[in-house]
T-cell receptor, first 116, second 114 residues
């Protein structure tokens, strides 16, 4: 299956700093990608959807100025958590979606963010 | 609105016994259905999908799932569980007419004991 990489896999940062998470599709190109957040023992919560070259569409309750998404190319997207706070500590997962039916999604391995 | 229900938070099975992880869905129209598995601190791995055709879908690692339109279910099954199958399993759905993201169930933790 398709491969999606995510970097870093773990990051610890101090409150008030910014963290960038990078997501790459290694063997396919995708116009649409998703960023999810997952709390312990819970399902994935969609944060935003982005199309290459366009601004991301954020889900209700997700602050777009705090979670900056840049979908720079068909194989690269970044999520920057700005001015991080301890409540931003979570597991962040990216996902690329193929074009064409049935629009399969491939997921990155996730990034564990801990804000101290 | 689309939704997915996984009624069991946890399923416990002895190694070698068959396992079933339940999933029901609510979608207007005919859905695409998916199962994913997540190991600790890892992203989601695709197991199998139902698009059309045979209601019994075979996937990775010996898993299979049966699409039942009348019961709007897509239960995940495996004839003989392995300890290594212990993980978190997510059912997901997308309406055929939608280009949106997948709708996930809350997940079911599968625990297989030796």
């Amino acid at each position: 299956g398709a491969v999606v990489s995510q970097h870093p896999s773990r990051v610890i940062c101090k409150s008030g700093t910014s963290v960038k998470i990078e997501c790459r599709s290694l063997d396919f190109q995708a116009t649409t990608m998703f960023w999810y957040r997952q709390f312990p023992k819970q399902s994935l919560m969609l944060m935003a959807t982005s199309n290459e070259g366009s601004k991301a569409t954020y889900e209700q309750g997700v602050e777009k100025d705090k979670f900056l998404i840049n979908h720079a190319s068909l194989t690269l997207s970044t999520l920057t958590v700005t001015s991080a706070h301890p409540e931003d500590s979570s597991f962040y997962i990216c996902s690329f979606r193929t074009s064409g039916i049935p629009y399969e999604q491939y997921f990155g391995p996730g990034t564990r963010l801990t804000v101290t | 609105a689309q939704s997915v229900a996984q009624p069991e938070d946890q399923v416990n099975v002895a190694e070698g016994n068959p396992l079933t992880v339940k999933c029901t869905y609510s979608v207007s129209g005919n859905p695409y259905l998916f199962w994913y598995v997540q190991y600790p601190n890892r992203g989601l791995q695709f197991l199998l999908k139902y698009i059309t055709g045979d209601n019994l879908v075979k996937g990775s690692y010996g898993f299979e799932a049966e699409f039942n339109k009348s019961q709007t279910s897509f239960h995940l099954k495996k004839p003989s569980a392995l300890v290594s199958d212990s993980a978190l399993y997510f059912c997901a759905v997308r309406d055929r007419g939608s280009q949106g993201n997948l709708i996930f169930g809350k997940g079911t933790k599968l625990s297989v004991k030796p």
